[in-house]
């Protein structure tokens, strides 16, 4: 596989992640989280499309890309072909994947053509702020008394599934050790401070795959049927 | 300089950013104007990878050239660069000042642009366009913006390099 078919690895990875997250626009209860869920699925949706570019899809080759293929041929984390229902589960999500989204995307700014270089400091620059927020919330839920063992018993759940993230061959294989072993480093802190274990990450990155009992076919739909229009007779009020 | 291209960058330099009543040119958003024959290339650099309004303003950019250069043949492209708020020019400055946004300048303060107290406090790191951050100032009560990129937003988002 090229590294070029990597990028668009990781560009399935980015747009799973900013339509998943997106539901929480709507659902949670405060409207600074609101605000805040909304630009990072924003510019999850925008990171993909990016790296897509850079893959050499053009606007119509995106959108086949996103809409038109089987869902055999996708290979995203299996951190993202399953929903994951409650709050605690999106804010670990969202913590591994922007980390995830940081150290790739440096990696990517010692890339050979210069406009990737640029793009990867670009986007590192926009997922530190996404960990940044992130973070705070791992604090939040880790540190209170009131949600820190359904922190511990979701970070339990969530962090197996993460173990694949840089199990693309967005790199080679030494490269994505390295990766894998530079992103654990960088959440070991936060997460090991509010008792979460790192065991379940591993030591290296575990091969994309085996996703047959995953709910990706469901979640594709999902995303298919905002294109041509669900009948629930409610999207079809903003068309 | 060609006297077309000449008319091609004045034209390009009035279009005004879809959001917020400043030009592109002032905002930093515009990168590089060239014609040569009949070709014409406006290089922009988007504030936020994110930003909605990409497609409405290469629109309003081709439909510049355009006017000043009916004949010519427009390419708009998008530079992936990191765009940053001392890339707002002085003019661009006093507009942003004077329509409620904190000074958008690397180094410069956080200070309320409407009564110009330095006692205001961040409201998150996410505002209401994923350019912005909003603030509140504790003297005259007003609330405002930074734009992502000035340090007024990194004292916001406590640190973070976005």
Redesign the interface.
């Given at each position: 596989m090229s590294r070029l078919d990597g990028l668009l690895r990781v560009a399935e990875d980015r747009f799973l992640h900013g339509h998943l997250l997106g539901r929480w626009i709507t659902d949670y209860v405060d409207l600074?989280e609101s605000?805040?869920v909304?630009?990072?699925s924003?510019?999850e949706?925008?990171?993909a499309a990016?790296l897509m570019e850079f893959a050499g899809l053009d606007d119509e080759g995106r959108d086949a890309f996103i809409f038109e293929r089987p869902v055999e041929d996708w290979q995203p984390s299996a951190l993202l072909a399953h929903r994951l229902h409650d709050w605690p589960a999106a804010v670990l999500r969202g913590y591994l994947l922007a980390s995830v989204g940081e150290v790739g995307s440096v990696l990517l700014s010692h890339a050979r053509r210069q406009?990737l270089q640029?793009?990867g400091?670009?986007?590192a620059?926009?997922?530190?702020?996404h960990?940044?927020?992130w973070e705070r919330w791992v604090r939040m839920l880790g540190q209170d008394e009131r949600t820190a063992d359904e922190f511990r018993a979701r970070a339990a759940e969530v962090l197996p599934l993460a173990r694949d993230v840089f199990g693309a061959p967005a790199f080679d294989e030494a490269s994505g050790e390295a990766a894998h072993a530079a992103w654990v480093d960088a959440v070991s802190g936060p997460l090991t401070a509010v008792g979460i274990p790192l065991d379940a990450l591993g030591r290296t990155p575990a091969p994309r795959g085996g996703l047959d009992d995953s709910e990706l076919a469901g979640i594709l739909g999902d995303i298919r049927s905002q294109r041509v229009g669900a009948g629930d007779g409610v999207r079809g009020l903003y068309r | 300089m060609s006297v077309l291209e000449d008319r091609v960058r004045a034209a390009v330099a009035t279009v005004e950013d879809p959001e917020v009543p400043i030009t592109l040119q002032d905002l930093g958003v515009v990168r590089d104007v060239w014609v040569a024959g009949r070709e014409a290339r406006v290089v922009l650099r988007p504030t936020?990878?994110?930003c909605?309004a990409r497609s409405e303003m290469a629109r309003r950019v081709r439909e510049a050239v355009l006017s000043a250069a009916p004949d010519v043949h427009v390419e708009v492209d998008w530079?992936?660069?990191?765009w940053r708020g001392s890339d707002v020019s002085d003019r661009g400055t006093q507009v942003l000042l004077q329509i409620g946004y904190a000074d958008p300048g690397v180094g410069a303060s956080t200070a309320c642009p409407f009564c110009g107290s330095g006692d205001v406090r961040s409201?998150?790191?996410?505002?209401?366009s994923?350019c912005k951050v909003p603030f509140s100032c504790r003297s005259c009560g007003s609330t405002y913006d930074a734009l992502?990129g000035s340090t007024a937003a990194e004292v916001a988002?406590?640190?973070?390099?976005?």
């Open positions: 600074e605000l805040a909304g630009s990072i924003q510019e949706l925008a990171h990016t406009e640029s793009a400091q670009v986007i620059a926009e997922q530190r702020l960990v940044t927020h | 936020r990878l994110a909605p530079e992936i660069a990191t409201e998150g790191a996410f505002g209401g994923v992502k988002v406590g640190g973070a390099r976005g």
